[in-house]
């Protein structure tokens, strides 16, 4: 069965501070991983990961892929409250599978 | 362009009533899903169409059917609810498969007394 763990549950920072979120996984026949932010209602999408080593980065987010290790890490820097969300990790598998792991709550005080 | 549009964004149903869940998009994807969100538990899928005229059972597919009435709309229909099926709905779309980037709608909040 695939499986998806996503670490911290949750966690609390200060604006300014920088986060690491993980996501590792366990599927057969990996095809993407995939961030999202859930803010109040519905995912937005962040990132999407096929190849390992590579950096995506957009403004203060950033992602990387290691599929030997079978993880993935989202990075935020200078963090600011607008961070304040559930980080939603997803891993696709061949046969249109997609699993997504419960997600990390971040709180970012002012 | 709205996007992914969901309705009802709310609704109460006793034990035993049945309803729809309607989902359209308006983005001319191949693919739409059916998940719903409950505390703690991340998102699971229910139903998925990978294209117009198909769909497939996802992770939690019991007490639920679908219908893809075409390439724009998605319903998700509860044929005799139960108190287990209290859950945020979400509707999702995609250009082709789900390992793609998926478009979600702003979420149906079902209870069910």
């Known amino acids: 069965e695939d499986k998806v763990v996503q670490s911290p549950l949750s966690l609390v920072v200060h604006e300014g501070d920088t986060v690491t979120l993980n996501c590792s996984y366990e599927?057969?026949?990996?095809?993407?991983l995939l961030w999202y932010k859930q803010e109040k209602k519905a995912p937005t999408f962040l990132f999407m990961l096929?190849?390992?080593?590579i950096e995506k980065k957009s403004g203060r987010l950033s992602s990387i892929l290691d599929k030997k290790e079978l993880f993935s890490i989202l990075n935020i820097t200078a963090t600011q409250t607008g961070d304040s969300a559930v980080y939603l990790c997803?891993?696709?598998?061949?046969?249109?599978?997609?699993?997504f792991g419960g997600g990390t709550r971040v709180l970012v005080k002012p | 362009n709205a996007g992914v549009t969901q309705t009802p964004k709310f609704q109460v149903l006793k034990t035993g009533q049945s309803m729809t869940l309607q989902c359209a998009q308006d983005m001319n994807h191949n693919s739409m899903y059916w998940y719903r969100q409950d505390p703690g538990m991340g998102l699971r899928l229910i139903y998925y169409s990978a294209s117009e005229g198909t769909t497939d059972k996802g992770e939690v597919p019991n007490g639920y059917n679908v219908s893809r009435l075409n390439k724009r709309e998605f319903s998700l229909r509860l044929e005799s609810a139960a108190p287990s099926q209290t859950s945020v709905y979400f509707c999702a779309s995609s250009r082709d498969g789900p390992q793609e980037t998926q478009y979600f709608g702003p979420g149906t909040r079902l209870l069910v007394l």
């Open positions: 599927v057969t026949n990996f095809r993407s």
């Open positions: 096929t190849s390992s080593g």
């Open positions: 997803a891993v696709g598998a061949a046969g249109n599978k997609l699993t």
